[in-house]
């Protein structure tokens, strides 16, 4: 099941992906299966951390911190207005199109401290 989060976020090295394949052929065979919660963290985690790609910082703590002002101002002005859309509104920059895919799979971080876990 990590490596299919991991495959999720993003790492896509050759371990990852063999230990996906070795994972995938047992859930095949019914011997594990991931939650449909576990997917849409992972999911939501990766939106998240793109976001995160598109701030311009000099480290990751500056990023971190950065988004969490962008997760501040989307929860407070953006989401009331687009959570009822069932596509990204087209007026929302990069990271609030991300912001927005996000939190329609769950509640977004908001301390830098967290979302720097996630970048």
């Not at 995938?24 to 976001?51: K, N, W």
């Not at 911190?65 to 407070?76: D, I």
């Not at 990069?94 to 971080?109: C, I, N, T």
Request: aromatic share 10%; proline share 4%.
């Amino acid at each position: 099941m990590e490596a299919a989060v991991r495959f999720v976020q993003g790492v896509d090295d050759a371990a990852t992906l063999a230990e996906l394949r070795v994972w995938l052929v047992s859930c095949m065979q019914g011997e594990e299966t991931a939650t449909p919660a576990q997917f849409r963290q992972a999911m939501r985690d990766r939106y998240i951390r793109h976001a995160g790609y598109e701030i311009e910082a000099d480290s990751s703590w500056s990023r971190a911190c950065q988004l969490a002002e962008r997760v501040k101002v989307f929860e407070l002005r953006r989401w009331p207005d687009w959570e009822r859309f069932s596509e990204v509104p087209r007026h929302a920059d990069g990271v609030d199109a991300l912001l927005w895919q996000a939190r329609r799979l769950g509640d977004l971080p908001k301390s830098p401290r967290a979302l720097f876990r996630l970048l």
